[in-house]
């Protein structure tokens, strides 16, 4: 056994988690990686995929994923003009943690049901 001692930065660790909330927090960002993710590359069908979001609220969550590469956009120039969306390589590195919150998610609902009965 490795008894190695870890000392921790609680500093450090809150900044990460701020970092982290900032990039991918907020009502909208997770599910439209979450669309992405399923296949939706286009404008209409993420907003489609996503029940209650806005065309604007859209726009503007895209943007701010774009910027903070987690996504990129690309415009090919068709008549009429197609723009995609893709996740990056770097979100990619995101994707276990998205999984683990849908599988942590899923079992949160059931314990608050049985709770509730």
Same mark, same amino acid.
């Given at each position: 056994?490795?008894?190695?001692?870890?000392?921790?930065?609680?500093?450090?660790?809150?900044?990460?988690?701020?970092?982290? %909330?900032?990039?991918? !927090?907020?009502?909208? /960002?997770?599910?439209?990686? =979450? #669309?992405?993710?399923?296949?939706?590359?286009?404008?209409?069908?993420?907003?489609?995929?996503?029940?209650?979001?806005?065309?604007?609220?859209?726009?503007?969550?895209?943007?701010? %994923?774009?910027?903070? !590469?987690?996504?990129? /956009?690309?415009?090919?120039? =068709? #008549?009429?003009?197609?723009?995609?969306?893709?996740?990056?390589?770097?979100?990619?590195?995101?994707?276990?943690?998205?999984?683990?919150?849908?599988?942590?998610?899923?079992?949160?609902?059931?314990?608050?049901?049985?709770?509730?009965?």
């Amino acid at each position: 056994m490795d008894n190695t001692l870890i000392i921790r930065n609680e500093v450090q660790e809150i900044q990460a988690l701020q970092d982290t %909330l900032y990039v991918i !927090g907020g009502k909208w /960002r997770l599910p439209i990686m =979450n #669309s992405l993710c399923n296949g939706n590359t286009r404008f209409r069908e993420i907003e489609r995929s996503i029940p209650g979001i806005t065309t604007r609220m859209l726009s503007k969550e895209l943007r701010e %994923l774009e910027q903070n !590469g987690i996504i990129s /956009r690309t415009v090919h120039d =068709n #008549s009429p003009v197609l723009v995609e969306y893709k996740t990056t390589e770097y979100c990619k590195t995101f994707s276990s943690i998205l999984l683990e919150m849908i599988r942590w998610g899923i079992e949160h609902k059931k314990h608050i049901t049985r709770k509730s009965e």
